[in-house]
């Protein structure tokens, strides 16, 4: 067989590899829909959203940041959102002397407020600063939040998580693609709150 | 003190707001729910047909990378906002990748000196042009994202990496938009939906199947190699 025509037949086994972890994710709309709420709670009340993860899961904690600060969709509201991946100097000055497993957990104790919300994507939920940084977040005050993936792994074990939203798929790719829709809908679905008056208390927003 | 921002008389005025806000929250929820529902059938539906018709092409594409990194070329990745970001996870599934064989590639929003500086002395449109021309070898292959296709600096990128001779990459939106009508484009791979977000979304998938069908050419190049040795 050719090359090309066994790359071509590798793209349905591709797609078929997606489909089961794709159709999953509206086994989870009761979980996504209780972590949009409270997360609209939290910017009702003057919270802002900070996010992070590693990896390719750092290039999602950007994408979530500035899908909240500067929306695609013309007249919805800015929110205020950062990520922690974004300072190479912090990232690599905390790594270098406290360890890497605290440079998340140290941006959090210095840049948090309680109102706040914590995001926190691991592909197959085992990475330890963004555990830290979950554990750190949960200490302070705030509503933390995790995107993982395949069983949860030690962050979805943990305990320290208000809502855990599960990737159906053991494949870091996989994973990542529904993420990728879970924030997407996190996002939208926080406005459509925002768009009922009298839901989030009486709380004036910012 | 803190004054009540709702004071008696507005809860008179809107007892709406007020009396049935847990059945209006329960309504909501339901409709929040019902509409995760329908996005996640929505991106399913967008990835098979996307996939299914583009195999042929994802084959080619993917054969021609394999071909320039076997050459020794290098990739470079590009975007704006959310597709900056996408940039940035291509390069890093490339470089640092799950599995597979490491691969030299750098996005090119990475070097916020560079960025601003260009920004700064020339213009934005050209941040990833520039970059290419300094970087920039004919064996090397030019990735760029965007939802729109019709973002400016990607657009001169293109141009600029064509006229290197390098290999063109392009993932874009709706009906193709600008990055439609280039020349300079060798592979692109439209997601047809009005949905940024689904865009976005299958571009995640499409560049992922890109990287798998990529490494399984470099398999294929390496056995084929081995085999020519004996």
């Known amino acids: ?206 | 003190m803190t004054e009540n921002p709702h004071p008696a008389g507005v809860q008179a005025l809107y007892p709406f707001l007020y009396a049935d806000a847990r059945a209006d929250l329960d309504s909501v929820l339901t409709q929040v729910r019902e509409s995760t529902v329908a996005k996640a059938a929505e991106i399913v539906e967008l990835r098979k047909v996307v996939l299914a018709r583009e195999a042929p092409r994802l084959a080619a594409c993917a054969a021609a990378m394999a071909a320039r990194f076997a050459a020794g070329g290098r990739l470079y990745t590009f975007g704006n906002g959310g597709s900056s970001t996408d940039a940035a996870e291509v390069a890093t599934t490339y470089l640092h990748p799950s599995s597979g064989r490491t691969l030299p590639a750098l996005s090119l929003t990475n070097d916020v000196a560079v960025m601003t500086a260009l920004s700064n002395d020339i213009g934005f449109d050209v941040v990833f042009a520039r970059q290419l021309a300094a970087l920039g070898r004919s064996r090397d292959i030019a990735f760029g994202l965007s939802t729109s296709g019709g973002s400016t600096n990607v657009v001169r990128a293109f141009e600029e990496a064509n006229r290197r001779g390098m290999l063109t990459v392009g993932l874009s939106g709706y009906a193709g938009g600008k990055m439609a009508e280039l020349d300079s484009i060798d592979y692109l791979f439209v997601i047809p939906s009005p949905s940024v977000h689904r865009i976005q979304e299958a571009q995640t998938t499409v560049y992922h199947v890109l990287w798998e069908l990529t490494q399984q050419a470099l398999g294929a190049t390496d056995e084929r190699a081995a085999t020519a040795a004996v």
């Open chain 1, 1 to 206: 067989m050719s090359l090309i025509l066994s790359l071509e037949a590798a793209t349905p086994v591709a797609s078929a590899r997606r489909e089961s972890a794709g159709q999953a994710l509206a086994g989870q709309a009761e979980a996504v829909a209780r972590a949009c709420y409270d997360m609209a709670v939290r910017f009702h009340q003057g919270g802002k959203l900070i996010v992070f993860g590693n990896g390719g899961a750092g290039t999602d904690a950007n994408h979530v940041a500035v899908e909240f600060v500067h929306p695609v969709i013309v007249g919805k509201r800015a929110l205020p959102a950062m990520a922690l991946t974004n300072d190479p100097a912090t990232v690599t000055g905390v790594a270098n002397r406290e360890g890497f497993a605290e440079v998340f957990a140290h941006q959090l104790r210095c840049f948090a407020d309680p109102p706040d919300i914590a995001l926190g994507i691991s592909a197959d939920g085992e990475c330890v600063n963004v555990g830290r940084g979950l554990a750190v977040a949960r200490e302070l005050g705030l509503l933390t939040v995790a995107l993982v993936g395949g069983d949860g792994g030690a962050v979805g074990r943990g305990g320290a998580v208000d809502h855990v939203l599960v990737a159906m798929s053991t494949d870091p790719a996989v994973v990542k693609e529904v993420h990728v829709t879970m924030y997407h809908v996190l996002w939208e679905l926080v406005h459509v709150f925002f768009e009922q008056p009298g839901l989030l208390g009486p709380e004036v927003i910012r």
